[in-house]
């Protein structure tokens, strides 16, 4: 067998035993050592397996990864996201459809203090929804906004994809998390006119037919600062030093951590037993996604090995489609993988062979990587697998309440997606002015 | 009959829960140590944060230490998360599989569980020879006359993980094939 014949078949496995529910981790390492035995014998694989297993994790980048996760964790506990929410609730009283525009908002500010979309997702199904529902929307409508403005946690640094991407494509992982801030605020703004038209011409689609509208509580001054202060401060901390270079990364992590420890424990929302089982649970996010990043080093030095990268470059730009045609494959190929499998197992199986096609093409990588981090989240929006989605479902905890339903809703933000998706591709300085600035 | 099969093999009723149970607490309590790392890590790099800006000057050995915390934190935890059933998978087909038919579910993952034993094997063979080399050349991270920490400790511990984790694939590996033998239990406690 050639080189490619086992590149390809290597990846064919791998998604086959994927598909299958084998562990994603397991199944990277396998067709790893399968496919290196196969192109050089096994000692060399058990000594890369050794090596990876033992150096691939040694990076004092990666304590990212189980610090944003801590600081995450926190802010959900510490009842911060009902706070935002009620600060733009409380702003937004006069637009229509306001309370789904305070969602999208109050998800934008929460997306800058945690980092995994599905934190996003639970808060404001419990505190958003409700409230929705209480002010005559439709179901449908008020968790497909869940859902939709959950996918700016992931682009709104910190974020654990930006990291995982950075990773990946050698970028630094600070550059990453301000590319993001851009193309996050965009989208946001793109979903607040999506609520809003659809308020003004879709109106069933929004409201129940004989929706009352009851008055919305206001704030006192003093109450909005005694609400947002916290997330202000944290956001300042996070990204305020990163963007000034106080901090790298890890040191905006602990710090943020830190920070939101204090915020929880201002607020008397920690108790022994919570913060012990919130550590366990962030320990467990930690490994999971590293153990997955571990496996994928492995599975993209055997790929490289094999030469495929090279040979995918190759057809892409010496062949009729170009560059561009290469960036639309790849783009359906995510969404296509997004109905099957979770954001960030895709980028560690894609990108080791769209990163070499990328750079051939000279992209800008950091661009590649916030159109890759959108398209990804697409996949968390759309059926049969949307894990938002699914999140929001089992948060909600309402048996009337049909994953269909929540996909329906969803919609209109996926199509918003797309199109934001289409902006960034045409003006590449939105995702990459602040980062390279 | 069925009520009798929830209790079989009645003289190792007591022994078997009992070494289950201590081993469920030796996973989990290395797991409980690695949470306890992350919060270490947090520390750490804080008092770096701190000591740079109040003082002027770095604490020596942090990025090298919290670069082998982090692998420490994962290995620590590897086998809980195993146990935990919480390494990532697609659940396109296997829930749904192994809801309609138990005991084919329960080969499909054996054979998961195989495969993950073969590849921590892999690893751990691997480890145990990077070990040896260590112990023999002295390794150590840091500047010498500086601050120095040798690197065995470390290796020794993503060692132990790795076994701990393998001999957790194995006791779920055991359990999956008593299903494929026997048919699903009732004792779903």
């Not at chain 1, 964790?73 to 600060?87: A, C």
């Not at chain 1, 969404?335 to 070499?356: Q, V």
């Not at chain 2, 138990?102 to 998961?112: D, E, N, S, T, W």
């Not at chain 2, 023999?136 to 993980?161: D, E, H, K, S, Y």
Request: hydrophobic letters at 55%; aromatic letters at 8%; proline letters at 4%.
């Amino acid at each position: 067998m050639t080189g490619l014949e086992i590149g390809l078949l290597a990846i064919a496995l791998l998604i086959g035993l994927i598909i299958l529910g084998m562990p994603i981790a397991i199944g990277m390492l396998i067709v790893s050592f399968g496919g290196v035995t196969l192109l050089r014998n096994d000692t060399v694989a058990m000594s890369m397996a050794g090596a990876v297993a033992n150096d691939s994790l040694r990076e004092y980048l990666y304590a990212v990864v189980p610090l944003f996760v801590l600081m995450g964790l926190l802010v959900t506990i510490s009842g911060v996201g009902k706070d935002t929410f009620d600060v733009f609730q409380h702003l937004m009283r006069r637009v229509r459809a306001g309370l789904g525009v305070a969602t999208v908002f109050a998800n934008a500010v929460f997306a800058s203090i945690t980092g995994v979309s599905i934190a996003s997702a639970s808060v404001f199904s419990r505190v958003a929804v409700p409230e929705m529902l209480r002010h005559g929307y439709r179901k449908e409508f008020a968790t497909g906004v869940v859902a939709g403005s959950s996918v700016l946690g992931m682009l709104i640094p910190p974020s654990l994809l930006m990291i995982v991407y950075a990773v990946l494509a050698e970028e630094s992982v600070g550059r990453m998390f301000l590319a993001g801030i851009l193309p996050g605020i965009l989208l946001a703004l793109v979903f607040s006119v999506t609520i809003v038209l659809l308020a003004t011409f879709r109106r069933d689609f929004v409201f129940e037919p004989l929706a009352t509208s009851s008055e919305i509580e206001r704030l006192s001054g003093f109450q909005m600062a005694g609400k947002f202060v916290p997330i202000l401060a944290l956001m300042g901390l996070v990204l305020g030093g990163l963007y000034s270079g106080f901090f790298n990364p890890t040191e905006a992590g602990a710090v943020g951590a830190a920070g939101a420890l204090i915020i929880a424990l201002a607020r008397r929302s920690l108790d022994p037993r919570s913060f012990w089982s919130l550590l366990v649970e962030t320990g467990q996010i930690t490994v999971s996604v590293l153990i997955l990043i571990m496996a994928a080093t492995f599975f993209s030095r055997m790929l490289a090995m094999s030469g495929l990268p090279r040979e995918v470059a190759d057809l892409f730009l010496s062949g009729p489609l170009g560059p561009y045609g290469f960036l639309l494959v790849f783009v359906v190929l995510v969404i296509m993988l997004g109905c099957i499998i979770d954001s960030i197992s895709i980028m560690l199986i894609l990108l080791p062979i769209a990163l070499p096609v990328a750079s051939a093409a000279e992209f800008d990588l950091i661009w590649f990587g916030v159109i890759t981090v959108i398209a990804v989240e697409i996949g968390l929006l759309t059926p049969p697998f949307g894990l938002s989605v699914y999140t929001i479902k089992s948060a909600m905890n309402d048996p009337d309440l049909k994953v269909g339903q929540i996909f329906r809703g969803a919609f209109p933000f996926v199509l918003a997606m797309l199109f934001t998706l289409v902006i960034i591709i045409a003006f590449p300085s939105i995702a990459t002015w602040l980062a390279r600035g | 009959m069925a009520e009798y099969n929830q209790n079989a093999r009645p003289d190792d009723g007591a022994r078997i829960p009992l070494i289950a149970r201590a081993w469920g607490a030796l996973v989990d309590g290395l797991g409980a140590l690695g949470s306890l790392l992350i919060v270490a890590l947090m520390l750490v790099i804080c008092a770096d944060v701190l000591s740079r800006n109040i003082m002027g000057s770095s604490l020596p050995l942090v990025s090298e230490l919290g670069a082998l915390m982090v692998v420490m934190i994962v290995y620590l935890q590897l086998a809980t998360t195993i146990r935990h059933d919480r390494l990532a998978r697609a659940d396109v087909f296997y829930s749904g599989f192994c809801e309609k038919h138990p005991r084919k579910g329960a080969a499909l993952g054996a054979i998961f569980d195989l495969a993950g034993i073969w590849m921590i094997g892999v690893m751990a063979l691997a480890t145990l020879n990077l070990l040896t080399r260590d112990i023999g050349a002295n390794q150590f991270i840091g500047v010498t006359g500086v601050m120095t920490l040798p690197t065995w400790p470390f290796r020794a511990a993503i060692l132990a993980g790795m076994v701990i984790g393998g001999l957790q694939f194995i006791l779920q590996l055991l359990g999956a094939l008593r299903i494929v033998i026997q048919g699903p239990q009732n004792d779903r406690a």
